[in-house]
């Protein structure tokens, strides 16, 4: 495994699994169970995906020391701003059945971003999160809150794969010192990625698969990923990513697959914006 060092010192796997789209509670224990098992020590959650507590049994159940893992959780929309955040994080504790949580996330970047962030700030400064950062956050909104705020987002966790590179917010990013993470690096699938006859040149020349080709590209940007899988032997290739390195002109093949627009939704559109606030979970 490799980790990268945030904006605070704190030390992050480079490479995570994810538990988007699990909310079935003994499949998602069980995912986590193997993701474990597999050598993964970077598990990314939120109150938004309903299975906090699963990834918490898991943990518990792993046989692992609480500091042996890194564990990400986000706040929803629905529970924006000072007081709620508050109340919000100390739910999400109890349901992940831990004292703390080493990463902290604004999910969305809509409500009151302002006054969730003074209290995450606060919890930070409590120890009871070992860093705070954003997800979703468009370059425009991440500038405006770092400089508005004392604590600088150690991470944002954006859309990022080979047909969205986030090329304009890495470059903002790495200027303020905030970590690129990728949810969503193979896409979901979208644009055929994994037949992809780009990747899959690439993915032969090494002996290697799309996916790792994938994972590859992302780690050596520096940008850590988060790619989710149910499958036992999905989760064991995905981890196989640090016997190889991709060249210049892998990385130059990759780079001409980038359409500089989202596969899933935009942030600026109006009619998102509207959808995403309207949505409410049982947390």
Known sequence: MQYITLNNGVSMPMLGYGVYQIPDADICESCVSAA??????????????????AVGKALRRSGLQRDEVFLTTKLWLQNMGYEE??????????????DYVDLYLIHQPFGDVYGSWRAMEELYSE?????????????????????????????NQVETHPFCQQREASAVMEEYGVRMESWGPFAEGRNDLFRNPVLLDVARKHGKTTAQVVLRWLNQRNVVAIPKTVRPERMA???????????????????????????????????????????????
């Open 127 to 155: 120890g009871k999160i070992r860093a705070i950062g954003v997800s979703n956050f468009p370059p425009d909104r991440l500038v405006d809150l770092i400089i508005h705020n004392s604590v600088v987002p150690a991470v």
């Open 85 to 98: 955040t508050k109340a919000a994080f100390a739910a999400s504790l109890k349901r992940l059945g831990t």
């Open 36 to 53: 474990l098992a597999a050598g993964y020590r970077h598990i990314d959650t939120a109150a938004a995906y309903v299975n906090e507590e």
């Open 237 to 283: 290739e995905n981890f196989d990513i640090f016997d190889f390195t991709l060249d210049a002109d892998d990385m130059d093949l990759i780079a001409s697959l980038d359409t500089g627009k989202s596969l899933f939704f935009d942030h600026r559109d109006p009619a998102v914006v509207k959808r995403l606030c309207s949505i409410r979970y049982d947390i």
